[in-house]
Nanobody, 115 residues
């Protein structure tokens, strides 16, 4: 199983980015897919998750600005990030968690928001 994340980069405050994560090596129609982020010295922080049924959980710091979606046909999860703030600067990781609680992580994509 491999997760390939992309879409990170440098953006100014107020800008937007869309992250993508493609999963390969298996089908993940029944899995929960999500995004986490990490800043140096900090723990992983949940950003958003989406279940196979489409239920969404979004962390309070990004609620109203970030949106998660998935395309099961493409084994892909997206994170649309709008109105980015300096405090959104982090490495963003995609995650897939199967019903058997197997957890897979992508390699991370860096997002830098400059003022």
């Amino acid at each position: 199983v491999q997760l390939q994340a992309s879409g990170g980069g440098l953006v100014q405050v107020g800008g937007s980015l869309t992250l993508s994560c493609v999963a390969s090596g298996s089908r993940f129609d029944t899995a929960t897919m999500g995004w986490y982020r990490q800043t140096p010295g900090e723990e992983y922080e949940l950003v958003a998750t989406i279940t196979s049924g489409g239920s969404i959980d979004v962390a309070d710091p990004v609620k109203g600005r970030f949106a998660i979606s998935r395309d099961n046909a493409r084994n892909t999860v997206y994170l649309r990030m709008n109105n980015l703030k300096v405090e959104d600067t982090a490495v963003y990781y995609c995650n897939v968690r199967t019903p058997l609680l197997q957890s897979f992580w992508g390699q991370g994509t860096k997002v830098t928001v400059s003022s």
